[in-house]
Structure formats: C-alpha cells, structure tokens
C-alpha cells in the first residue's frame, strides 16, 4: 500500500486566513522556523492504479495538481479522467468533506460514508446533488463502524484494501440542526479508520480523537504506522490565544502536551510508526526550532508534513 500525505494541517490550515497567531505572522513575515501546511488530506492505494482518498479537503484541487500520481492519465480521445477512485469519509467537518463539492464534473467515484455522515450531506445540504446530477455518478456505500469493509471503484473493482471504522466521537459539527441530529447516530460522528494492505500491514488514520480509551491503544498498538490527532498542544491553546472559546476537548481533540495529553498517554506505543497529523496552526510543536518540537521528537513521534509518502 502506497500512503500520500497531501495534507497535514487541521481546518483553516496554516497560515490560517484570518489568524495573526505567533505562528501564523511568523510564517508570514519568513522568520518561522517551519513549513506552510493545507488542510489534512490523505490518499491511498494498493497495487492497482486506483487512489482512494481519506477525508476531501477544502484543498483538494490543489493538493491533486501537485501530486503528479493523481492528475488525468487519459486514454487518447478520452480527454476525462483521474486516477481518483472515490473517498473515505470519517465525519461530516467541513474540512473533511468540502472538496467533495470539487470533485463534481461527473467523473464517477465510490463515496464510502457512515448512514449518518451521508444523510448530513446528501438530505440537509443541497449543494450536494450536484454529485448526483446523471445515473452512476457518485456512488455512496455505507459502512457500520466495527464492520469491515472492501474499497472498490465505482466499476466494481476490488482494489485490496480492507478498512475498519472506529467510533471515537459522538459530536456531529455545529451546522447539523437539532431536528437531524436526533435521527443520527452519535456513534457514526466521529471515526478513526484503519486500513489493511493487502500484505496485511496497517494503517491508522485518526484526526481527531476526544479520549485515549483502552480500545483505542489497543488498536494502534496493532498498527505499523498511526496517523494521529496532533491538533492542539495544549487544552487552553485556543483560549489562552483569543480570551475565550473551547478547550481542546471540548471540541473533540486530546492535546499532545500534559499529564493526560498524547504524548504520556502513548508513550507506551512500541509498533507502530508515529506520526502527528492535522495539526492546528496555533499548535507550537510546528516551530522546528522550539522545544515542543523537540520533546515530540524525543518522544519517538513525528511531525507530518504535506507530500510526505511511505509504502506499507
Ligand atoms: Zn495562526
């Protein structure tokens, strides 16, 4: 299996649009000791030439056009076409599913989504049916979180990756109304995958994980490499910043840093491959030079950066 990192940044990216954090006007001013990131994105694929993509960033279509691997390879006098099989969605954040919307000129793909993530999309958000326009589309495929599931491409091709979905959370985003929200299931808000090669390696993809439960080490401890929520170094991060707001925790992430953050909580980890992903621009472990770099990195943990790729 062949894993592309596009993107590693939480939503809004870093620098962020509106956001004159230390980080972000370092970065801006060119005195940050660090890299520009897009929002997380991830693509995969086994042996066949099909890539399936983990979330739909905001930034896809550029994430796409610089990743040679994923432009059009068509056949002469077939001017459309992409490598890109469908998607994997884990939750319904805007920055996990808003490059759907750029994938829509009528290029088939397999959309792979909880009951619940699919109806939020398709049934409250009408921008959506522009993914449905003529017959054979947008495929949808529901998943249960627990079942295995197949990846294959909208022509029925079994491309050889395996996933299983793993409840983490149970917030659906803010946007979903309160009539829709008592339809859903709080399990299918929030989801860790984990993909299996067809070698039998694995793979954890987990941007955003509310509590370390002893399901969920048990679970990567199994893995050969983790992808996995870096966004927030500390719990106050964001109110330390602004005055007010959430804590990290309450908006679905355990912090890298303290007693009970990541880092002591998975320091027990002795498998898999570590590596921090969706990682908020506010976060300080993104100053290569600063000492939450250093202690992540002392920690055995990495810091992914976009166009990071391994085989697995
Ligand atoms: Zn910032």
Request: charged share 20%.
């Amino acid at each position: 299996m062949q894993v592309k990192i596009l993107g590693s940044a939480a939503g809004g990216g870093f620098p962020q649009w509106n956001c004159a954090c230390p980080n972000c006007r370092g970065l801006r001013a060119g005195t940050f000791r660090g890299k520009a990131r897009t929002q997380t994105q991830l693509a995969i694929r086994a042996d066949s030439s099909s890539w399936f993509l983990l979330g739909a960033s905001p930034d896809l279509r550029a994430q796409i056009e610089s990743t040679p691997e994923l432009h059009p390879r068509a056949p002469e006098g077939t001017p459309r076409h992409s490598p890109i099989a469908g998607a994997v969605l884990l939750n319904a954040d805007i920055d996990h599913v808003l490059g759907l919307l750029l994938m829509r000129e009528l290029q088939p793909l397999c959309v792979y989504a909880t009951k619940s993530v699919r109806r939020i999309l398709t049934k409250d958000n009408s921008m959506f049916a522009m993914l449905q326009r003529v017959p054979g589309q947008v495929t949808w495929k529901e998943f249960v979180p627990g079942a295995q599931f197949r990846l294959s491409t909208s022509a029925g091709e079994d491309v050889g990756l395996r996933c299983r979905a793993l409840p983490l959370g149970t917030h659906f985003p803010s946007y979903v109304s309160a009539p829709r929200r008592s339809q859903l299931s709080p399990l299918e808000s929030s989801l860790g995958l984990i993909v299996e090669s067809p070698t039998g390696k694995r793979l954890a993809f987990m941007p955003a994980v509310p509590a370390i439960t002893t399901e969920v080490s048990r679970v990567l401890e199994s893995c050969d490499v983790i992808l996995f929520d870096g966004t927030f170094w500390s719990d106050d991060e964001l109110i330390r910043l602004q005055g007010s707001g959430q804590t990290a925790r309450q908006m679905g992430h355990v912090p890298v840093s303290s007693d009970d953050g990541s880092l002591r909580q998975l320091a027990a980890l002795s498998h898999p491959r570590k590596i921090y992903v969706h990682i908020n621009n506010t976060n300080p472990m993104l100053n290569d030079s600063g000492p939450e770099h250093r202690q992540v990195r002392d920690a055995g943990w990495e810091i992914a950066e976009d166009g990071w790729q391994f085989e697995l």
